[in-house]
């Protein structure tokens, strides 16, 4: 498989590092909001890539961190603790607000039948690790102690702008977003390891250290989980684009310079989805969630089919229009497998089976390209073969896609099924009520009369812990 590198900046083969074994690591959410439909996304390409790889044969094992601890409302250091400013928001604290996002954010992925990590590790439990491995940054000579804060020393290592060639001048372009410059740094893009000292002092959540009671910045817990779970090697690791600088940037130099070697071989990295007016971002506070869809009356699998249209290295416009489009195309898709109907007796056309298997290996192969393998599906329906292998080829593409196609072919066939006569039901009804009552008086033979007549009228009886209950044919 070509997958994009950020790293190499080309389209590299995925090859990992130990045969069919793959680690992947995942940057998770900040959970002091909803998630946007932006930031799913994110979690959405992921997914498929997930998938894809397992689809492949590897044995994939994913970690994701979720980040209640540490993320500054600049990536550069500076700001108040998004977690805080949440809390403070809705007069809460930072472990409730921390644990009601986790789980509003777990059950959209859910929705966009979005696969758990997994592992999935919330920051605030691996306080030690972080402090371990900041230890060995100031033994090995990469960071050092400044205004009660531990910082890292971008001095230190070889090249740190690994992601983007930008000239030394640029280098404080990220940093300059945030204004305000810490006098502290040696360097313009050094980043805080450790806090004891900030001007946000009414941090909730502070933890002893060798340095002070204070909390961990927030590119190192990535490191650390990725280590705990993963070891010193990764195989890819993801995240939005947004994420490369500085946070995947700051990620490398300190798990390099930690581990003496190479960390991580591919960089997987999705492209924003925008709006008319720009990135879609929860600081800005004007964002579209999963509910916020589904309140509007789209299913949440549309929006996937939407994100599955494009290819991740794209920037992504979203605006209703587009997605009434992908609705309309996705609810076309679901009628055309309900009317698949294989007949008795039909088999598995293995030819056809693997004509229609290649187009969408093909397509996945060359860099993950979705919007080709969603084609790939359409090609199906003009295969010349029977309808068992049509089926069949969608069901194993749905392993990667999953996009409740063949769920939602089933649902339509049961709306479509014409409803029964309201005597005839009465007339189960009764039927049924009769058996019960042969029974409570052990007169089986009875019983077993009325399931036999009853299925004889093609109704078949199945009895459940709920009760009674029956299939007409
Ligand atoms: P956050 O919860 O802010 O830490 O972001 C979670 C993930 O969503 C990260 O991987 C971000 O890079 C990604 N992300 C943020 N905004 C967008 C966007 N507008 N489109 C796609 N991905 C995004
Ligand atoms: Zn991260």
């Given at each position: 498989?070509?997958?994009?590198?950020?790293?190499?900046?080309?389209?590299?083969?995925?090859?990992?590092?130990?045969?069919?074994?793959?680690?992947?690591?995942?940057?998770?959410?900040?959970?002091?909001?909803?998630?946007?439909?932006?930031?799913?996304?994110?979690?959405?390409?992921?997914?498929?890539?997930?998938?894809?790889?397992?689809?492949?044969?590897?044995?994939?094992?994913?970690?994701?961190?979720?980040?209640?601890?540490?993320?500054?409302?600049?990536?550069?250091?500076?700001?108040?603790?998004?977690?805080?400013?949440?809390?403070?928001?809705?007069?809460?604290?930072?472990?409730?607000?921390?644990?009601?996002?986790?789980?509003?954010?777990?059950?959209?992925?859910?929705?966009?039948?979005?696969?758990?990590?997994?592992?999935?590790?919330?920051?605030?439990?691996?306080?030690?690790?972080?402090?371990?491995?900041?230890?060995?940054?100031?033994?090995?000579?990469?960071?050092?102690?400044?205004?009660?804060?531990?910082?890292?020393?971008?001095?230190?290592?070889?090249?740190?702008?690994?992601?983007?060639?930008?000239?030394?001048?640029?280098?404080?372009?990220?940093?300059?977003?945030?204004?305000?410059?810490?006098?502290?740094?040696?360097?313009?893009?050094?980043?805080?390891?450790?806090?004891?000292?900030?001007?946000?002092?009414?941090?909730?959540?502070?933890?002893?250290?060798?340095?002070?009671?204070?909390?961990?910045?927030?590119?190192?817990?990535?490191?650390?989980?990725?280590?705990?779970?993963?070891?010193?090697?990764?195989?890819?690791?993801?995240?939005?684009?947004?994420?490369?600088?500085?946070?995947?940037?700051?990620?490398?130099?300190?798990?390099?310079?930690?581990?003496?070697?190479?960390?991580?071989?591919?960089?997987?990295?999705?492209?924003?989805?925008?709006?008319?007016?720009?990135?879609?971002?929860?600081?800005?506070?004007e964002f579209l969630t999963v509910s916020l869809l589904e309140q509007k009356?789209?299913?949440?699998?549309?929006?996937?089919?939407?994100?599955?249209?494009?290819?991740?290295?794209?920037?992504?416009?979203?605006?209703?229009?587009?997605?009434?489009?992908a609705r309309t195309a996705y609810d076309k898709l679901v009628a055309r497998?309900?009317?698949?109907?294989?007949?008795?007796?039909?088999?598995?056309?293995?030819?056809?089976?693997?004509?229609?298997?290649?187009?969408?290996?093909?397509?996945?192969?060359?860099?993950?390209?979705?919007?080709?393998?969603?084609?790939?599906?359409?090609?199906?329906?003009?295969?010349?073969?029977?309808?068992?292998?049509?089926?069949?080829?969608?069901?194993?593409?749905?392993?990667?896609?999953?996009?409740?196609?063949?769920?939602?072919?089933?649902?339509?066939?049961?709306?479509?099924?014409?409803?029964?006569?309201?005597?005839?039901?009465?007339?189960?009804?009764?039927?049924?009520?009769?058996?019960?009552?042969?029974?409570?008086?052990?007169?089986?033979?009875?019983?077993?009369?009325?399931?036999?007549?009853?299925?004889?009228?093609?109704?078949?009886?199945?009895?459940?812990?709920?009760?009674?209950?029956?299939?007409?044919?």
């Amino acid at each position: 498989m070509l997958l994009y590198n950020s790293l190499t900046k080309q389209r590299d083969e995925f090859v990992p590092r130990f045969g069919k074994k793959v680690s992947m690591y995942t940057c998770g959410p900040t959970v002091y909001h909803f998630a946007h439909i932006g930031n799913l996304r994110t979690y959405t390409m992921e997914d498929v890539l997930e998938k894809y790889l397992r689809y492949l044969g590897y044995d994939v094992s994913r970690v994701m961190n979720v980040t209640d601890v540490g993320h500054l409302s600049s990536d550069g250091d500076t700001g108040e603790d998004k977690m805080l400013k949440g809390a403070k928001r809705e007069h809460k604290t930072v472990m409730e607000i921390a644990k009601f996002y986790t789980d509003a954010f777990f059950a959209d992925c859910e929705k966009l039948n979005i696969k758990r990590p997994d592992v999935i590790e919330p920051a605030t439990n691996c306080i030690d690790e972080f402090i371990d491995m900041v230890k060995t940054l100031l033994e090995k000579g990469f960071a050092y102690e400044a205004g009660g804060n531990v910082y890292f020393d971008t001095s230190k290592i070889e090249k740190y702008y690994v992601f983007n060639d930008f000239s030394e001048d640029d280098l404080a372009v990220g940093v300059r977003d945030s204004v305000e410059e810490d006098g502290n740094k040696k360097n313009k893009a050094d980043f805080v390891l450790w806090f004891t000292k900030s001007k946000f002092e009414d941090h909730e959540l502070k933890w002893d250290s060798p340095w002070g009671v204070g909390y961990p910045g927030w590119h190192i817990e990535c490191s650390c989980i990725a280590r705990k779970h993963l070891g010193e090697y990764l195989d890819i690791h993801c995240g939005g684009i947004d994420n490369a600088f500085p946070h995947h940037t700051n990620e490398i130099a300190q798990s390099e310079a930690t581990f003496g070697h190479e960390w991580c071989k591919y960089w997987f990295h999705v492209h924003h989805l925008n709006t008319s007016s720009g990135k879609m971002s929860k600081s800005k506070g004007e964002f579209l969630t999963v509910s916020l869809l589904e309140q509007k009356g789209y299913a949440p699998l549309v929006y996937r089919f939407f994100c599955m249209q494009s290819h991740y290295r794209k920037n992504l416009v979203f605006a209703w229009e587009n997605l009434d489009n992908a609705r309309t195309a996705y609810d076309k898709l679901v009628a055309r497998v309900a009317a698949l109907k294989p007949a008795e007796g039909e088999a598995l056309d293995a030819a056809a089976f693997e004509e229609g298997k290649r187009r969408f290996t093909d397509a996945l192969d060359n860099d993950l390209n979705t919007s080709l393998a969603v084609t790939a599906l359409y090609d199906v329906f003009k295969l010349n073969t029977n309808d068992f292998t049509k089926l069949a080829l969608i069901r194993d593409f749905e392993a990667v896609l999953s996009l409740g196609l063949i769920e939602a072919a089933g649902e339509l066939e049961k709306d479509e099924a014409p409803a029964l006569d309201p005597e005839f039901v009465a007339y189960i009804e009764s039927m049924i009520e009769a058996r019960r009552a042969a029974k409570k008086e052990k007169n089986f033979a009875e019983a077993d009369r009325i399931r036999a007549e009853l299925l004889e009228k093609g109704v078949t009886l199945l009895d459940t812990r709920e009760g009674t209950k029956y299939t007409v044919e």
